[in-house]
């Protein structure tokens, strides 16, 4: 299984819930990167059949499994929720089988570089390590929370305790070699990414160098 992306420039998107990293990885892919979900990895490892399916069951017991074969997510929820060791086993089992599938399909990849998102990359010393630079999707708490509220029809509490638990935005902001400010409008968005998008094009064309502290 790969653990480095060879010969690709390779683009950590990372963000607080309700930053924008989905909207800003869609424009980034019209421009014709190519983007690694690792949500949507995460989500395929623990479908009926999924390839984490063995080991969680092996790990957490039959019961863990819902009628169709699929983990029963609610199930497992309640158990992480309360039992931090709990949590640490099912990560030790998910985090390396989705960075491989990540890394994999990083490979694969046939965009001019690839941006992985990566929802809790700051948190992750694994993926930091992993990718030549940290592009971080910022916006204040507030509208963070605005925005989650709207899409997920969540209330504002719900929203909160899941910030709580990600990286507060200090510690992202310090962790980025770039940023976008995604406070204002979809329009605001445009010129950031053109920008970004070049740069990232003469990183990956060698016409620049990566800072040798990411390397
Ligand atoms: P994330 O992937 O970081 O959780 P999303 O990209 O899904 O965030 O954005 C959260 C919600 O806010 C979505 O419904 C999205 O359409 C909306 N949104 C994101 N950026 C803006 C913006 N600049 N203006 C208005 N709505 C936005």
Redesign the pocket.
Known sequence: MADTVRDKFSVGLT??????????ASMFAARGATIVDTDKIAHGMTVAGGPAMPALLAEFGPEFADASGAMDRARMRALVFSDATAKARLEAILHPLIRGAALAEAEAATGSYVIFDV?LLVESGAWRSRVARVLV?DCPEAVQIA??M??NKMPASQVQAIMAAQAPRSTRLAAADDIIN?E???A??EPQIARLHDLYLAFSAGTITIPSQRL
Not at 15 to 24: P, Q
Request: aromatic letters at 0%; proline letters at 5%; a positive charge.
């Open positions: 963000g607080g819930i309700g930053s924008g990293k989905s909207v800003v929802p999707v925005r989650v709207a899409r995604n204002g409008d979809l605001a968005l």
